[in-house]
């Protein structure tokens, strides 16, 4: 797991206010994202089903951006919940999209519950492509809070985190 930055509190903390946004669903999370260059200037941001109903946020963020946009690579992607690694409403996982992207850092706030897929390890996926992971789980009661809709695992049943 890499190590937080100045400005991480603060970025995530815009892509769970993006979360908000989000048309609640019983059937999704309500994520958001914000991708910011290694300058720091935000150069997209997405939230759960904000061009359709099975879109994802980080889907949503990339979405904006070209394909082979030279930033990406310096870049990192906040996301109100771990990105997923696997999924059953799209061909590709977040995790993938990341991967392929060429993103080489993520900072997320709460690890994907198994709620809709079971063994979520997009963390573990991501850091396993040599992308620098950073979980900053003192947020992740905030990103929960946006999902208070969904019938969600107790917590205390399960790990707080696992280490790629």
């Not at 609640?24 to 260059?37: E, K, N, Q």
């Not at 990339?62 to 996301?79: E, H, M, N, Q, V």
């Not at 996982?93 to 997320?108: D, K, M, N, Y």
């Not at 690890?111 to 992740?140: M, Q, S």
């Amino acid at each position: 797991m890499g190590q937080p930055s100045g400005d991480d509190y603060r970025r995530l903390e815009l892509a769970i206010e993006e979360s908000l946004r989000c048309a609640p669903s019983d059937r999704a999370y309500s994520v958001g994202a914000v991708i910011v260059d290694e300058r720091g200037a935000e150069i997209a941001r997405g939230r759960s089903r904000e061009t359709g109903p099975r879109v994802h946020a980080e889907e949503a963020a990339l979405a904006k951006l070209r394909s082979g946009d030279l930033r990406l690579p310096g870049a990192t992607i906040y996301s109100s919940l771990e990105p997923c690694s696997r999924r059953s409403s799209g061909p590709f996982s977040c995790t993938e999209l990341i991967i392929a992207a060429g993103i080489g850092r993520v900072v997320f706030a709460w690890r994907e519950p198994d709620l809709f897929v079971a063994g979520a390890d997009g963390a573990e996926r991501l850091a396993a492509a040599d992308v620098i992971v950073v979980e900053l789980a003192e947020l992740a009661s905030r990103a929960r809070a946006v999902n208070a809709h969904l019938r969600l695992p107790d917590e205390a049943d399960r790990p707080t985190s696992r280490r790629p």
